[in-house]
């Protein structure tokens, strides 16, 4: 039984820490660009868009669908820098251990 209690009382630590680390996480922010810095994107380190911004030169009504590339490009480049904080983070605060949904 002694066994188990310690097992139970690593697991709620480990969860507060997940917990406190995906508090800290939504905080942190990367910034990705595109377009040569035209399209600029802050992500969180919760995986949401945290801005974008868009140099009025890539504004071009010709070539709406330029700058809809820019912007996939530019989000999705963020999010995937946001992502790799956390999995390095979360990473840590697991000692390793892979649990779904995290």
Do not use: C, H, W, Y
Request: no cysteine; hydrophobic share 45%; charged share 25%.
């Amino acid at each position: 039984m002694a066994g188990i209690n310690k097992l139970l009382k690593e697991a709620a630590k480990m969860q507060e820490n997940i917990q406190r680390l995906q508090s800290e996480l939504a905080q942190r922010t990367v910034e990705a660009s595109a377009g040569g810095g035209m399209i600029k994107v802050t992500a969180k380190g919760n995986n949401t868009i945290a801005s974008i911004k868009i140099d009025p030169k890539a504004v071009d009504p010709a070539d709406v669908e330029g700058l809809e590339d820019l912007v996939v490009s530019g989000v999705n480049a963020a999010l995937a820098a946001a992502k790799k904080i956390s999995d390095n983070e979360m990473a840590k605060a697991t000692a390793g251990f892979k649990i779904p949904g995290m």
